[in-house]
């Protein structure tokens, strides 16, 4: 196993920002350093409790995401190593297994949600309006429920420490242009229609998802950020799946699930979490990484 990682501290690079649940550093002028730590946000708050292996479980499998997706849309990893960029080895045992060196991108400041099945905030919406995001929906559906078709629902980016903004299409066009915006919700919905066929098959249901993209100096649209992780997924047992209940989860919705239950405004601080909650958490993680690559986390050591 991995060492816990809560928060990095490199002295040979300078630091960019701390996110959620990345630590950012620059290389040189036009690349990064993003290191996944075992930090969890939950309602847009970030815990004080990490979760043991979540960082290294984040990477392996963006990274196996990114191979899948990469005929589909460009990403921005980078052909440097991490040796190249951390020669020292003290530092880079630190983050190895749990960082990647990226291209810099110009960050598009809409998340590009995909939902193939009604939960969460978008079952809210729903029962309210019988709309998600604006998207006018059959009447009649239920909780989980598979859409018709998968629907492309956005938001704003918020800050650490502030919430997401469901947005319509529309809002889009208005931040990003409108070819732009057009391109952001294809490209969004071809990936999230190949991953979610390709997981089905190994025993995941994706119910939803967010991507992030920036531009590269072409302006062509590039891939960044973490892709179909369980942070930015919702992913359900496809043997456990029931109409008209809250599937179980292979995700942090496990401690969303559980925050739900506690008294809390979800405002930072946020609460501890019990050990039980971090360890069967911390497995839920790793069952991901297994059904959808077939590999554990002692195999991303060399």
């Keep these: ?23 950012i550093y620059a290389v040189g002028d036009d690349q990064l350093l993003i290191v996944a ?9 970030v815990l004080p409790d990490p979760i043991p292996g979540k960082g290294a ?9 990114f191979g899948h997706t990469r005929e589909q849309v460009p990403n921005h990893l980078s052909s440097r190593s991490l040796e190249s960029v951390l020669p020292d080895a003290a530092e880079r045992t630190q ?24 939960i969460g905030s978008g079952w809210k919406d729903y029962q309210a309006s ?7 929906l059959p009447a009649g559906l239920r909780l989980a429920d598979r859409l ?7 938001s704003t980016k918020a800050a650490v420490g502030e919430h997401d903004e469901n947005i319509d299409f529309a809002h889009t066009q208005v931040l990003l242009g409108a070819d732009l915006a057009a391109r952001v919700r294809d490209v969004s919905l071809q990936i999230y229609t190949s991953a979610a066929k390709y997981a089905l098959e190994r025993g995941i249901i994706i119910a939803d998802t967010k991507f992030e993209f920036g531009l590269d100096d072409n302006d062509e649209i590039v891939l960044i950020d973490e892709v179909l992780t369980p942070d930015s997924s919702r992913f359900w047992p496809l043997e456990e799946y029931r109409v008209g209940v809250s599937p179980p989860s292979f995700d942090k919705q496990f401690v969303r699930d559980y925050l739900e239950t506690l008294d809390w405004d979800k405002r930072a601080p946020g609460p501890r979490l019990p050990g039980e909650i971090i360890r069967r958490t911390a497995g839920k993680y790793l069952e991901a990484l297994v059904c959808l690559t077939g590999h554990g986390l002692k195999d991303l050591k060399n």
């Design 1 to 23: 196993m991995l060492d816990v990682v809560y928060e990095t501290d490199l002295k040979s690079l300078p630091l960019v920002t701390r996110g959620k649940v990345r630590d």
């Design 37 to 45: 730590t075992d930090r969890l946000s939950a309602f847009d708050v």
């Design 57 to 65: 479980v984040l990477t392996a499998v963006a990274d196996f995401w």
């Design 95 to 118: 983050v190895e297994g749990r960082a990647i060196v990226v291209r810099k991108m110009r960050a598009l400041p809409v998340e590009a949600i995909v939902r193939g099945y009604l």
């Design 130 to 136: 019988g709309s998600v995001c604006g998207i006018r």
């Design 148 to 154: 018709p078709e998968p629907i492309y629902t956005p």
